[in-house]
């Protein structure tokens, strides 16, 4: 059974920095591509990030290039994003999935086959 487990979240002010992390287990992970996904309240959810199973490609939504970093230890079976400098629009629950694919130029939620639970992650101004 494929479980998928974030964990990281927070309450931070704005300008703070955080470490998300997601592990996935019940798979290859390093067969799969892995991706971030955020929902903030009355908002669809987003794609954020995404990295190719073997870490050599990396996409980021407009909103967060710059800012946040994508990265994943194969051996750990461990997703990471490292987010720097937070603004109060980062506000949203944050979800870890796993994908066959990996799309260097966007984001869908029907290529990713399995999910975490979310993580909460909360910037204040």
């Known amino acids: 059974q494929v479980q998928v487990v974030e964990s990281g979240g927070g309450l931070v002010q704005a300008g703070e920095s955080l470490r998300l992390s997601c592990t996935a287990s019940?798979?290859?992970?390093?067969?799969?591509?892995m991706g971030w996904f955020r929902q903030a309240p009355g908002k669809q959810r987003e794609g954020v990030s995404c990295?190719?199973?073997?870490?050599?490609?990396?996409y980021y939504a407009d909103s967060v290039k710059g800012r946040f970093t994508i990265s994943r230890d194969n051996a750990k079976n461990t997703l990471y994003l490292q987010m720097n400098s937070l603004k109060p629009e980062d506000t949203a629950m944050y979800y870890c999935a796993a994908g066959p694919y990996y799309n260097p130029h966007r984001m869908r939620e029907d290529e990713y086959n399995y999910w975490g639970q979310g993580t909460q992650v909360t910037v204040s101004s």
């Open positions: 019940g798979l290859t992970f390093g067969d799969y591509a």
């Open positions: 990295i190719h199973w073997s870490g050599a490609g990396t």
